[in-house]
């Protein structure tokens, strides 16, 4: 398939009701979470700057809840934790993801690990500890709502393990197919139940029909908006096998350009979902009702948040990310050029992370 130098970049969020908003405490957060990661000696001395220079501090101040600065702290951890994890993911094997991510589950649920098992990524596992720690020291007594986030993050686990799986056998989905497991491995989920602790909502009212659309829409929504802009680092890193772009066009044999022209529409019909069903939640009683009503407030700036950001960080666009989003012009990285110098994670650091 051939592709053109330059393309056009939809607006996938132009129907969206919520404005990009930022934490007023960033300036005051901003960089703690990221000397915590530089302590953890996750990444090598250069990775580790490029790494820095994705503004993962900015991500939680514009997707996580607009409260103290220690909601903000953790919300940055969240972010820093996330990608951290993915980076370590995206260049193993099936079985070692397996191993490392069942480390992390271990952890989340309180169970002691076999720190000194051959494939226990030591810096991950600090990591995973320390931010379940703090966490519970912000957001207090909320056991439902923990075991929410903690079931959300298993199954961003799992499939990021499914994930390794098919890249190692170059699977391709079929876009529907595609979205069922991107929802768990885009970390929406997760994101939505941590920024939902402390609200203290029933586990019931996350059951009802019209609650789990809400939550898919919104994780479709960020799925694509990350793939969007991921989609041409993904590429010529070889990774872009998990990616809607690279489904739609394998599904329905169009190119580059026709892809985010139907991704445009796709997103379209998935925000007036959204918009529908909000408008159809059952009522639960003036107390849950306002919490649900601060969750779907918070999914809302979410979304909103991962888009703004992909074009305020370096990570997609580099120095011209904010132009981008003027003119809606990008250009691809030609395949190769730079290859897997883009990553995070060299083999060298994970075998040293696995032997720590």
């Given at each position: ?73 953790i919300s940055c951890d969240l972010m820093n934790f996330y990608f951290a994890c993915d980076e370590y993911t995206d ?64 199954d961003y686990t799992r499939a990021v393990i499914i994930e390794a799986d098919e890249r190692e056998r170059n699977h ?21 139940s941590f920024f939902g602790l402390g609200l203290n909502i029933p586990s019931y009212v996350f059951e009802e029909p ?147």
């Amino acid at each position: 398939m051939i592709f053109s130098t330059q393309h056009y970049i939809p607006d996938l969020l132009v129907s969206w009701p919520w404005k990009r908003s930022c934490n007023a405490h960033l300036a005051e957060v901003e960089g703690a979470s990221v000397k915590w990661i530089e302590s953890l000696g996750l990444f090598e001395p250069k990775q580790l700057r490029k790494f820095k220079s994705c503004k993962f501090d900015l991500l939680g101040a514009l997707v996580g809840p607009l409260e103290s600065p220690e909601h903000l702290r953790i919300s940055c951890d969240l972010m820093n934790f996330y990608f951290a994890c993915d980076e370590y993911t995206d260049v193993t094997d099936k079985e070692t993801a397996r191993m490392i991510t069942e480390d992390v589950m271990s952890i989340l649920r309180g169970e002691v690990i076999d720190t000194e098992a051959p494939h226990s990524c030591k810096p991950l596992n600090r990591m995973t500890q320390e931010f379940y720690e703090r966490t519970l020291s912000v957001v207090g007594d909320d056991a439902a709502g923990m075991e929410h986030f903690i079931k959300d993050f298993d199954d961003y686990t799992r499939a990021v393990i499914i994930e390794a799986d098919e890249r190692e056998r170059n699977h391709i989905r079929n876009v529907h197919e595609y979205f069922i497991l991107r929802r768990d491995t885009c970390g929406a989920k997760p994101s939505f139940s941590f920024f939902g602790l402390g609200l203290n909502i029933p586990s019931y009212v996350f059951e009802e029909p019209t609650m789990l659309s809400l939550i898919d829409s919104a994780s479709d929504l960020i799925a694509m908006v990350n793939d969007l802009h991921s989609y041409g680092l993904e590429r010529s890193r070889g990774l872009d096998g998990h990616n809607v772009v690279t489904a739609i066009m394998h599904e329905h044999q169009i190119d580059l350009q026709a892809a985010l022209h139907w991704l445009s529409g796709y997103a379209t019909r998935t925000v007036a979902r959204f918009i529908s069903d909000r408008a159809k939640l059952p009522s639960y009683g003036p107390h849950i009702d306002a919490a649900v009503n601060t969750f779907i407030d918070r999914m809302g700036r979410c979304v909103r948040g991962y888009d703004a950001w992909s074009y305020e960080t370096d990570r997609y666009y580099g120095k011209h990310g904010l132009r981008v989003q003027k003119t809606r012009k990008a250009v691809l990285l030609r395949t190769g050029i730079l290859g897997s110098s883009l990553g995070y994670i060299t083999r060298k650091q994970l075998t040293v992370s696995l032997a720590s």
